[in-house]
């Protein structure tokens, strides 16, 4: 169960909701009718895997495979292509998963940057142990994720000769086209398949996420039918329901000056859920001139840094705090000490989760007395069903946004103008035109 309260945003009040309401019912309807701009990329909007589908199946049964063969499964991606299953298995399994020998095989995130040096920290990782990958790339083209795949794929050669390799390497893809596709064919690699209508930030809940979250342990049944849950909640209850309230609170921000949306969380393991949140909402708004700047925080560790702004600074920003129900019973708890020389008893007894919502309650009405608002999204707790349930609130929740503030929430223009000056200069065929210029604008750096 999600839920959304928007009190302690003190600058908001009812008819600003209400002023909303023309704005509020057109993307109602185009979330319920599928005709509004990027139509044909809602496709993840009725989750087409669900735990019955023969794609889900074949999901499962490959994870499995992975787990008995494998201690490691190196997932390479990018952007869409990785952060959901980062987000998910760190806030699942923790982002210590890897070190906690837990029995499920360890699982690293490459080709999410040209860094060599991150490469070859993998690789040192990955010795002595039995590796899988999972290439992960809806156009199969990106260059970050290419060129690590191209240097693993030699590197799994190497080792196991290619006709075991091929049999470790699976590739989710389009299901139609791109170079990865032609491939994975060539190759003989096991494919799954990232919907046409299904963007790369919204495909956690395809294979994108579930094959490296199986892999890592994680209930993705649970995961799934969470999110169906939160789906069947939204339809039932329409424009009343808290996504849409919170769809309506980023615009209400938004047209009161507010530049900024600050994602806090007070557990360390929700950190790539605000990377994950940074993504989904920065590429489907940013554009057009328009749009919040999504941040994330994880506090209390970032009181000690930013909350000095968050307090006092120029007041550009609001704070939604995601809050999931504790379940103290392994919390460790603060001794009494005799002696007390750091001054502690007064809060021996107490577990560390006690602590910490004292802290984020004390923080709330500090901030709010600062003059930066915040709202809350509570959902029921630390476990996939609730996960799910969260996910898919967020993806309802940015396309209904978008849609208030009349964007295309699907498409992501604004990245390729990187990518075409950094082709130019690596010198890839069909990018030759404006060499020149770049290079004199780049000598005069
Ligand atoms: O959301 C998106 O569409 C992007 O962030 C992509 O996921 C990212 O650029 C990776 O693209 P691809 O999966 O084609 O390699």
Redesign the pocket.
């Known amino acids: 169960m999600v839920n959304f309260r928007y009190k302690q945003a003190q600058s908001v009040n009812e008819n600003d909701f209400t002023s909303f309401d023309t704005l509020l019912k057109k993307a109602d309807g185009y979330f319920r009718e599928k005709n509004g701009l990027g139509n044909d990329f809602l496709g993840w909007r009725d989750l087409n895997v669900r735990v019955d589908s023969e794609e889900y199946k074949r999901i499962k049964a490959c994870a499995k495979r992975i787990r008995e063969n494998s201690d490691v499964l190196l997932v390479v ?5 990785y952060l959901g299953a980062r987000a998910v298995i760190e806030y699942l399994k923790t982002p210590y998963h890897n070190q906690l020998k837990t029995g499920d095989p360890e699982v690293y995130f490459v080709g999410n940057s040209f860094s060599g040096n991150e490469l070859n920290s993998v690789l040192a990782l990955c010795e002595g142990k039995r590796v899988s990958i999972n290439v ?7 260059t970050e ?1 290419a060129v690590a795949f191209r240097i693993l794929r030699e590197y799994m050669e190497k080792r196991y000769g290619r006709e075991e390799a091929a049999l470790r390497i699976i590739a989710t893809t389009d299901a139609n086209r791109g170079a990865l596709l032609s491939l994975a064919k060539q190759e003989g690699y096991e494919c799954f398949v ?1 919907p046409d209508d299904v ?5 956690v809940l395809t294979a994108v996420g579930l094959l490296p979250a199986a892999v890592a342990g994680i209930d993705t049944d649970a995961l799934l039918n969470g999110a169906v849950a939160q789906r069947e909640k939204i339809f039932e209850s329409g424009i009343n329901s808290p996504v849409y309230k919170y769809a309506v609170l980023r615009n209400i921000m938004l047209s009161h000056g507010k530049s900024v949306e600050v994602l806090v969380s007070y557990d360390p393991d929700f950190r790539f859920m605000g990377e994950w949140f940074k ?1 989904l909402f920065g ?1 489907s708004e940013g554009k057009d001139k328009k749009g919040l700047f999504p941040a994330s925080v994880t506090y209390s560790s970032d009181l000690h840094s930013l909350g000095q702004f968050v307090q006092d600074g120029s007041p550009i920003l609001f704070q939604t705090i995601c809050r999931a129900a504790t379940n103290d019973a392994d919390s460790p708890v603060v001794p009494f000490d005799e002696e007390n020389g750091d001054g502690l008893n007064f809060i021996s007894g107490m577990t560390m989760d006690e602590i910490n919502e004292k802290a984020m309650l004390g923080t709330l009405l500090a901030h709010r007395d600062g003059g930066t608002d915040s709202v809350i999204i509570d959902f029921g707790g630390k476990d996939a069903y609730s996960l799910g349930e969260l996910i898919y609130f967020f993806f309802a929740a940015c396309a209904i946004s978008g849609y208030i503030l009349e964007v295309n929430p699907f498409d ?1 223009p604004g ?1 390729e103008a990187y990518k075409k000056n950094m082709f130019t200069l690596l010198g890839k065929p069909g990018y030759e035109s404006g060499k020149d210029e770049l290079l004199s604008e780049i000598a005069s750096i």
């Open positions: 991606g990018i952007g869409g292509s992960i790339s809806k156009s199969g083209t990106t994720s990232i963007g790369g930030r919204f495909s993504q590429e992501q990245v």
